[in-house]
């Protein structure tokens, strides 16, 4: 189903007032004031963001492990250890100053070197600005139907057998199970949310969207937990009895901020957010538990049972057999003590030594499937309602959807499920209906001339979890081929699909907790296409895991891109964010265990890091090393796009994107206001702003230069209640004029 903006704006007064026509004001200054906004006060405030491009987050080097279990070396602390990390130097890290701040890097469509760096033109008109929060796992780290008795000992417990008549052994959790990170999901997300709120304060947002594992493990209190947060209301990050909420930090309810209300935010769906951990179908059996007192038992699995994770089709056997395993040789699972300052893991064990530990039960902890997960969307204070979806597709359970996202300006967004709906796991995968709307939407997309970008949960064919320096030709097998190899339509049908629409320009999407960029050449599948054609997948990381990171893309035109011959182009900005939490926050605290983790569940990480530039974190070529960070312009010749969009880009006028009163508080006690506002398609070079839907009497000023005040203006003497609606309107050099836009503002 496409959501075309326009279809709600002709039924909005507004349009009546750019036609001229008298209005009744209170309608209009309702639908004014419920799209704007200032967050609330927050009790966690964050500090003032630092660009990634100027300063990132590096972890400190840590020594390498010193246990040997064949065939792998450990750390002798484990994950679980929060209280013995800062002593034992887990998770220690500072900003490192870039040596060339600004630069981003480059990447090549056809080989995919990155090593080529640049700075963008700032003459370039912008087309779009969005951002993508991913990963999110809003946990309840009470339930007692998490797993993490499987991993907060790490390497235990520990799953033995022999490979080619040598005895190994592997451990049978991973950080997914468990890490202290999931004492503070709602307050990271709470703290990008406000870092998203000051960089819409620099550079707007036309809307942001979250591409999937919003939840942790499909809970109820969790996909309220984090509509709330977005939403701006007090939240209450505990569950069943509240245990600590008087005095323990990650348990004490406090205030969100929420996402800024001119800001649109949309909602792909994951893995987690409908699958037990994202793992395996929720079972009756399953159901039972997570509303229950009895915490959940897991069988110790054979390493030949282990290894049937490996295949999506066999993985289902996998958990049915451990769900089902003899009492006797079952673990509990454990739950988090909600009154330990650290989150100890109490209730875990071997279920023939360890005493059965009950939970208070909770029915806002229940499992909900894919028609519930999407119905809770309406249940929000912020825009759209729905978040993209509408109460059809909740009731078919389809949740695809495609908008456009700025009147005016020739891109369409389509919002793809591409999670794994035959075995209910974590590969990518299509069945028909959705391959066929997929191909549908695309070819709708091309013949209407427009932009397009995907979002999705999963990346269609990334590149492989190693490192690859500068040169993914570096690796024998550089593709993450196990990721779609179990897909209903196989994965080079979709990749045909994508190449056969060449305004697809970009693929966005999260799922594997990093920033890694993969060219996808149209050479590999149209026959003699320029080498530089084709589309970006783009993921962004986990706000969970290290590097807690969200991601921003801007999408600018080029006139002459230097990069091909001095060509027009399209250039796609994707730049790295971290959240701005402040010194004693949770969130801050959350920083310690992210990194910690990632260093005791993979030693090689930073081990050494400084010195061994090719160290296992980095995935894929560009991405920095020692810190995960990843900023990139990638290019998109002009050429490869239908020769209707061609021209649409080569003569757009300015659209104003975003507009508001005083930064959108819809209030003023001074007579002179702020017309805080972005310009696409084109260089404005004069504006004009009028209490008059006509603009009677205004005339058109000169637009301010890079540097600049902001633009301003001086209201009329207030009467009555005092709202005022005020329009707003730029042209370009060209004599090109915008569509006229409008604010409310109440002048006391």
């Not at 493990?217 to 709330?228: F, G, K, S, V």
């Amino acid at each position: 189903m496409e959501i075309l903006r326009r279809d709600f704006l002709k039924y909005c007064a507004g349009a009546a007032a750019t036609l001229g026509l008298e209005l009744s004001p209170l309608g209009l200054i309702k639908q004014l004031f419920a799209a704007g906004g200032v967050p609330s006060n927050p009790t966690y405030p964050i500090g003032s963001p630092t660009s990634t491009l100027i300063k990132v987050v590096s972890p400190a080097t840590v020594p390498p492990p010193t246990e040997f279990i064949s065939p792998n070396f450990y750390y002798t602390i484990a994950p679980g250890d929060l209280a013995k990390y800062d002593e034992n130097g887990f998770g220690a890290w500072s900003f490192e100053t870039l040596e060339n701040p600004g630069l981003y890097i480059l990447p090549d469509m056809a080989s995919g070197n990155t090593s080529a760096t640049r700075l963008p033109d700032p003459s370039s008109p912008s087309l779009l600005n969005f951002f993508t929060i991913s990963d999110c796992h809003i946990a309840d780290k009470e339930s007692p139907a998490r797993p993490p008795g499987t991993s907060y000992d790490y390497p235990n417990p520990l799953i033995s057998g022999e490979v080619d008549n040598v005895l190994v052994s592997e451990p049978m959790g991973n950080s997914s199970a468990y890490s202290g990170i999931i004492l503070y999901t709602t307050q990271v997300l709470d703290a990008a949310v406000q870092t998203i709120n000051a960089q819409h304060r620099q550079t707007p947002f036309n809307f942001g969207i979250g591409l999937g594992d919003a939840v942790d493990n499909t809970q109820y209190n969790e996909l309220r937990w984090y509509i709330d947060v977005l939403d701006g209301k007090m939240i209450t990050p505990s569950s069943g009895a509240h245990l600590g909420a008087g005095d323990i930090d990650y348990q004490k309810p406090y205030q969100a901020a929420g996402l800024d209300r001119s800001i649109p935010w949309y909602q792909a769906i994951g893995n987690h957010d409908q699958f037990w951990m994202g793992s395996t179908a929720v079972t009756g059996q399953l159901r039972k538990t997570y509303v229950g007192s009895h915490i959940l038992t897991i069988g110790v699995p054979s390493l030949e049972e282990f290894q049937m994770l490996g295949s999506a089709s066999q993985a289902p056997q996998f958990w049915e057999a451990m769900f089902n395993a003899p009492f006797d040789t079952r673990l509990y699972m454990g739950v988090v003590n909600g009154e330990d300052q650290y989150g100890a893991i109490i209730g875990a064990g071997p279920t023939t030594s360890t005493s059965p530990l009950l939970v208070a039960h909770d029915h806002n902890r229940r499992s909900l499937n894919v028609h519930q997960w999407m119905n809770e969307f309406f249940h929000t204070e912020s825009q759209p309602v729905g978040h993209g979806f509408t109460k059809q597709m909740a009731a078919q359970g389809f949740a695809c959807y495609s908008f456009n996202p700025v009147p005016g300006i020739p891109i369409k967004v389509i919002v793809l499920d591409d999670t794994d709906k035959l075995y209910h796991g974590a590969g990518g995968s299509l069945d028909q209906k959705r391959f066929q709307w997929l191909e549908n939407q695309l070819a709708a997309g091309q013949q209407a001339d427009q932009l397009m970008i995907v979002c999705s949960h999963i990346p269609l064919n990334p590149y492989a979890q190693v490192a690859m320096g500068d040169d993914p030709s570096s690796v024998e097998s550089p593709y993450l081929a196990s990721l779609w190899q179990d897909s209903e339509v196989p994965m080079d049908y979709i990749l045909a699909a994508c190449h056969n629409n060449s305004n697809l320009v970009l693929w966005a999407a999260g799922h594997v907790h990093r920033n890694t960029i993969t060219p996808q050449p149209a050479s590999a599948y149209i026959p003699n296409a320029d080498a530089n054609q084709g589309f970006w997948v783009a993921e962004t990381p986990s706000l969970r895991d290290y590097p807690q990171q969200f991601r921003s893309y801007q999408i600018i035109y080029n006139n002459s891109d230097s990069s091909i011959d001095g060509e027009p182009s399209i250039s796609i900005l994707v730049l790295s964010h971290d959240t701005a939490a402040q010194s004693g926050t949770p969130a801050y605290e959350s920083r310690k265990c992210a990194i910690g983790a990632l260093e005791i569940y993979d030693p090689t990480a930073f081990s050494n890091h400084k010195t061994n530039p090719t160290n296992n974190y980095q995935q894929g070529p560009g991405m920095d090393p020692n810190t995960g960070n990843y900023n990139a312009e990638l290019v998109i010749p002009l050429a490869q796009l239908s020769s209707g969009l061609q021209s649409k880009l080569q003569k757009l006028g300015p659209v104003v994107g975003y507009f508001k009163i005083n930064g959108g508080t819809n209030a003023a006690t001074s007579q002179t206001v702020t017309l805080n506002h972005k310009v696409l398609g084109s260089i404005p070079t004069a504006y004009r702003v009028s209490e008059s839907p006509s603009f009677n009497g205004a005339g058109w000023e000169f637009y301010p230069g890079p540097g600049d005040p902001t633009p301003s203006f001086a209201l009329g003497q207030r009467s009555g209640s005092g709202a005022k609606i005020i329009y707003f309107q730029v042209k370009d050099a060209n004599g090109r004029v915008s569509p006229v836009v409008h604010d409310y503002v109440r002048y006391s």
